[in-house]
């Protein structure tokens, strides 16, 4: 049971690290990224699908996107669906595919964006400590249960704690990448 315990931790702080991953995916760092227009959903034929199941995503450049529907029929709801999102780009549709242009990031937007990671990360390192908290639960309600000894309390105290470190150091370094990432001009 207890030997699962580390590994459970394990499993639930590797998932923070995950989402976080994914999170941070998302902030625009003023380079174009495919994984940027992930969360736009197209209306096609009457269900919101993601843009990359109706048409093929490309960046030709550092600062732009080809977006190429596989049928001419989606072209408008593709735009339709860019206009709606929280982008801050205007698509250019020429008849056969759209283009966009990523827009400079600002000095002031670039902090702005750094802030948002800030928080993005702290939730992380919030939910890597849960783990370590629901862990540190369980072996305290076996050792009230007489099911493990004071020594093995501390011994397995210990080992969350690494974990625990080994991960917020995890977040710390994707963190920092993504700021320099972003600040990087």
Sequence with gaps: MLDNLEQQSKLEMEKALEALKDQLKNIRTGR????????????????????NQVATLSTPDARSFVIA????????D??????????????QND?????LKVPELTEERRKQLVKNVKKIVEDARVAVRMARRNANDEIKKALKDKA???DDKKRLEDQIQKLTDD??????????DKEKELLTV
Excluded: H
């Excluded at 529907?69 to 408008?76: C, H, Y």
């Design 32 to 51: 174009a990224q495919v994984s940027m227009l992930d969360p736009i959903k197209v209306n096609y034929y009457g269900n919101p699908t993601p843009l």
């Design 69 to 76: 529907p596989w049928e001419a029929s989606v072209l408008k």
């Design 78 to 91: 593709i735009e339709a669906a860019l206009v709606k999102s929280d982008l801050g780009m205007s698509p």
């Design 95 to 99: 008849g056969k595919v759209i283009r």
């Design 148 to 150: 493990i000894s004071e």
């Design 167 to 176: 991960y917020i150091a995890k977040v710390d370094k994707i963190s920092d």
